[in-house]
Nanobody, 124 residues
């Protein structure tokens, strides 16, 4: 069993930055691929980014490519989402996810554990 706890959300003006963190429990963090999804009101959920267990490969949705960066620190059992040049359309609840597989995926159904979510609000 893996527990994921997100933090770092908040209110920021358009053009600003935030860094989300996702702390994972358990000793097998390094064997899991990780990802971030977001859910905005009245919109379909979007898989934003993913990272392979080794950190050697990443995936980004077109909507965030060049602005967001995913990374992981195995010593801290933590995955990060650095979000720059934020836009009002980035407003959503952001969820961290872990997959019991080394390879990353951008399908939410491939992930086994989810955090409780953290709210990101970008004002115009």
């Amino acid at each position: 069993q893996v527990q994921l706890v997100e933090s770092g959300g908040g209110l920021v003006q358009a053009g600003g930055s935030l860094r989300l963190s996702c702390a994972a429990s358990g000793r097998t963090f390094s064997a899991y691929a990780m990802g971030w999804c977001r859910q905005a009101p009245r919109k379909v959920g979007e898989f934003v980014t993913a990272i392979k267990c080794s950190g050697s490969s990443t995936y980004y949705a077109d909507s965030v490519k060049g602005r967001f960066t995913i990374s992981r620190d195995h010593a801290k059992n933590t995955v990060y989402l650095q979000m720059n040049s934020l836009k009002p359309e980035d407003t959503a609840v952001y969820y961290c996810a872990a997959r019991r597989h080394s390879g990353m995926s951008y399908y939410t159904g491939d992930y086994d554990y989810w955090g409780q979510g953290t709210q990101v609000t970008v004002s115009s």
